[in-house]
Structure formats: C-alpha cells, structure tokens
C-alpha cells in the first residue's frame, strides 16, 4: 500500500510539471546591441553621444575600451581633446565586429577633434 501511494504520488508529480519548449521563440525580448569605443591615447578626454545620451570619459596612460549599448541605427557623434601632444587612435567597432571607424591621429596639445559615424543595428 506504501509502495503504491508513493508512486502514484511520484507520477502525478512529474506529469504536472510544465516544461520549456526548446524552440522557445525570443520574440517577446529586446535584444541590445553592444559596441566599443577603442581610444588610445596618454591624456585625453572624450565626450560621445549614443541615442541623445551624453557621456564624458577621461583617458590616461594608455587605452580604454568603452562599450555603448544600441537598439536601432543612429549616428555616433565624438568629441576627443588632446590634453598633451601626441597621437591618437580613434577605433569604433559595432555589435557584429565591422571596423567602424579606426583613425590615427597626430594631435596637438589642447587641440579638439570632432567626429559623427554612422551605426548601423543590422
């Protein structure tokens, strides 16, 4: 009598659970994109703008890599400003790994330099 209320009990418990489909479509879920900003530089700042966003990093002593976040195409618009002299890399690389934009330049101190990219979410 145990043996047989135990695995009734044991059957119904697995029939009622519910499991996920493997084929489950992501149709509901908002992907981001994700895409960097490679600078490299030995002091610089610089403003960029994703989306109507405004955003103000400084660089020292090397490189940074800043990822920003998209949903749809937009333009990308930079600002970099030279605090010393010397040469600057500009990388810009979007969601699916294409070179955007990789720019060297020569800059002198305190000089500013203005950018606008296009970035595309597909």
Known sequence: MKISTLLILLILSFASCKKESLTNDLS???LNNKGVLRVECSDC??????QGKNYNVAI????EDISFFYLTD???TTQLKSL???GIRLMIIDSFGRVVSNELSTCLEGEI????F???AK
């Open 28 to 30: 509901g879920v908002v």
């Open 45 to 50: 700042q610089l403003n960029y703008s994703v």
């Open 84 to 86: 010393e002299a010397q």
């Open 60 to 63: 020292k002593n090397g490189s």
């Open 113 to 116: 330099r203005n950018g606008s």
């Open 74 to 76: 937009f333009n990308l």
């Open 118 to 120: 296009r970035i595309n």
